[in-house]
Nanobody
Framework: QVQLVESGGGLVQAGASLRLSCAASGRTFSTSTMGWFRQAPGKEREFVAAIRWSANIRYYGDSVKGRFTLSRDNAKNTMYLQMNSLKPEDTAVYYC????????????????WGQGTQVTVSS
C-alpha cells in the first residue's frame, strides 16, 4: 500500500511564496512518476507539475510555468513544489499523486493520492 501525505499549504497574499511537500511511504518511487494537481471549487482537477523520478525530468502546466518549481529528496522519498509569485487564481486544494497508468498530466491515470492541502491566495 502506498501513502502520500501533503503539507505546507496556507493563506498568503498575492505575490508571496509557499512550498508544498509530499512525503511518500509504503514503497520507493525511484522508478515512478509523481505529480501535483489542484482543484478549485466547481472546477475540474488541473495538472500542475510532474516528475519522472528516475530520469529527473520535470513537466509543468502552462498556468504555472516560470513560477512553480518541482524538486525531490530521494533520501526522504519526498517531493516538493516551490510556488512563487502566487496569484489569487492559484487558490485550490493541492494534491500529490503517484504511479500514473497513462499520461502524467491526466489525473484519471493516477491510482494513489494524498489527502490534499489547501492553498489560499488573497488579492
Amino acid at each position: 500500500q502506498v501513502q502520500l501525505v501533503e503539507s505546507g499549504g496556507g493563506l498568503v497574499q498575492a505575490g508571496a511564496s509557499l512550498r508544498l511537500s509530499c512525503a511518500a511511504s509504503g514503497r520507493t518511487f525511484s522508478t515512478s512518476t509523481m505529480g501535483w494537481f489542484r482543484q478549485a471549487p466547481g472546477k475540474e482537477r488541473e495538472f500542475v507539475a510532474a516528475i519522472r523520478w528516475s530520469a529527473n525530468i520535470r513537466y509543468y502546466g502552462d498556468s504555472v510555468k516560470g513560477r512553480f518549481t518541482l524538486s525531490r529528496d530521494n533520501a526522504k522519498n519526498t517531493m516538493y513544489l516551490q510556488m512563487n509569485s502566487l496569484k489569487p487564481e492559484d487558490t485550490a486544494v493541492y494534491y500529490c499523486a503517484a504511479d500514473p497508468r497513462g499520461l502524467y498530466s491526466d489525473y484519471r491515470a493516477y491510482d494513489y493520492w494524498g489527502q490534499g492541502t489547501q492553498v489560499t491566495v488573497s488579492s
